[in-house]
């Protein structure tokens, strides 16, 4: 049996790779990891089916006649014409696919509550519980695409698809997680989060209400545990707007600029579906891992940062890399 501060691991077993420790997490274990992830990423496309065909279709009667109107789940309303045999089959269509869509889906969320027991009987995940709901949060309201998880926390997203963790606490010690946000797509972001009718530190407090922005670094919010959310992005373009905040609300996130973040902006993805400790999952897009190898190395050599925390760029560059040799040969 192996312990260490948070957890208690069941018939797992500990194997050392170039010098680099991993827990195996059991046959079991993984297993249900590939079970719970199938009915996630059903969950998933069941979503957007149900999103394709959300708002609604009613007959309107104007003048005498009757009108088809179409509803958006946003609250916008077009008119697709007069009552007629094309239109009387389009919303029977709609509402037979509307109701096949949300049943799909209740059936799933039912699946996924079965299979969060299931991975918290088994010790299947270990990511932070505040990261899941972070993530979970950005994907509900439609914000999910416009941030990448890098740093620390992305080496959550590495072990759960290799189904193995890593042995040493101090690879995935930090109390703060990096979200790049691309500037190219700020005015898709900016109508994106204005559906959500809030901040982006707004989206934030409906996860935890205690999280506000630093007033000495604005690009960072703080909850009353310790734990950040950075939002940081590459260094400014020729045509890249700069200070740049996120929103139109004075308390939200300025954007910082962050070295080499381009590199990160610009290289192949990595997604996985990443579990906390109670058994909660959430998608995690990140970076590919090489190039999470290839940056920590690069971080490491540069003189003017923390020499603690070069070190512990070296440490992850190594872990990661004897991770994906092991477990993820295929991983770009």
């Known amino acids: 049996m192996i312990f ?29 990891y590939v079970d719970a992830t199938a009915a996630f990423t059903a969950w998933e496309d069941a979503k957007a089916d149900a999103q394709a065909v959300s708002g609604g279709m009613y007959w309107r009667n104007q003048g005498g006649v009757d009108y088809l109107i179409r509803t958006s789940r946003h609250g916008g309303q077009r008119g697709l014409g007069p009552r007629s045999p094309a239109n009387e089959d389009i919303i029977n269509k709609f509402l037979a696919r509307k109701t096949a869509a ?31 709901e972070i993530l979970a949060a950005l994907a509900e309201h439609g914000l999910a695409t416009h941030f990448t998880v890098v740093g620390t926390h992305a080496l959550y997203a590495y072990e759960a698809a290799a189904g193995a963790r890593f042995g040493s606490p101090a690879v995935l010690a930090t109390q703060d997680v990096d979200l790049l946000w691309d ?3 700020r005015l898709q972001f900016e109508t994106d989060l204005s559906r959500v009718g809030t ?26 545990k310790g734990f950040e959310v950075d939002i940081i992005r590459r260094e400014a373009k020729a045509l890249d ?13 300025w954007v910082v600029q962050a070295r080499r973040a381009g590199v990160l902006l610009s290289a192949p993805r990595f997604s996985s579906i990443v579990v906390s400790v109670t058994g909660h999952m959430a998608r995690m897009n990140t970076i590919a891992p090489k190039t999470l190898i290839a940056f920590k190395h690069w971080m490491a050599l540069q003189s003017d940062r923390d020499p603690m925390k070069r070190g512990r760029d070296r440490t992850q560059a190594d872990a990661v890399a004897a991770l994906i040799a092991e477990f993820l040969p295929n991983a770009s």
């Open 4 to 32: 260490n501060a948070n957890y208690c691991f069941r018939n797992f077993s500990l194997k050392t790779i170039n010098n680099q420790s991993f827990i195996d997490i059991g046959e079991d274990a993984r297993r249900q």
């Open 102 to 132: 949300e049943q799909r889906l209740t059936d799933l969320r039912e699946q996924l509550t079965r299979h969060q027991r299931m991975n918290r009987a088994l010790h299947v995940g270990r990511t932070p519980q505040l990261l899941v």
């Open 183 to 185: 500037t190219r797509k």
């Open 199 to 224: 901040s982006m530190v707004g989206v934030l407090q409906k996860v935890d209400p205690t999280f506000r922005i630093r007033p000495e670094q604005r690009y960072t919010a703080v909850n009353s």
């Open 241 to 253: 707007p700069h200070p740049l905040r996120l929103s139109g609300d004075e308390g939200d996130f």
